[in-house]
């Protein structure tokens, strides 16, 4: 009757309204990811010239530069998502600035490519892997 169909659209409604809502939770949390990604992607890229420095002083003097200032490297602030970019034994160290990996550090480290080309390992010690690329994941 009348009452079976009534709890029958009840039960639909409620079975709508928990299916959009897990829909929202997953949504939320892939979106989540995706913003940490592009903060770690952002830092991968500011680190570019740092690696580029460490590159030439090696081409030149066929060693690694001990320091930003051997390198002949400057970090220039204005990138939102990393805090500061050193090099240390040619070893270029990105701080990031951003919530959620506020401080967290991806860590290129130069090795030589056979060739006497520098080619670039990545890592890092305190961000969770599923946030960085695939290359970067120990």
């Given at each position: 009757g009348g009452t079976s169909r009534v709890a029958l659209f009840i039960l639909i409604g409620i079975a709508m309204t928990l299916t959009l809502a897990v829909l929202a939770v997953v949504a939320v949390a892939a979106y989540h990811d995706y913003r940490v990604r592009t903060q770690i992607t952002d830092?991968?890229?500011?680190?570019?010239t740092a690696k580029r420095a460490v590159a030439e002083t090696y081409a030149e003097t066929g060693t690694l530069p001990a320091d930003n200032a051997a390198a002949g490297y400057t970090f220039r602030d204005g990138n939102a998502n990393v805090r500061d970019i050193q090099i240390a034994d040619g070893i270029v160290t990105?701080?990031?600035a951003a919530e959620p990996v506020a401080d967290g550090t991806l860590v290129l480290e130069p090795f030589d490519g056979g060739d006497g080309a520098i080619e670039w390992g990545c890592y890092s010690p305190d961000i969770e892997a599923n946030y960085l690329p695939t290359d970067c994941r120990e």
């Open positions: 830092g991968l890229n500011a680190a570019a990105v701080r990031m």
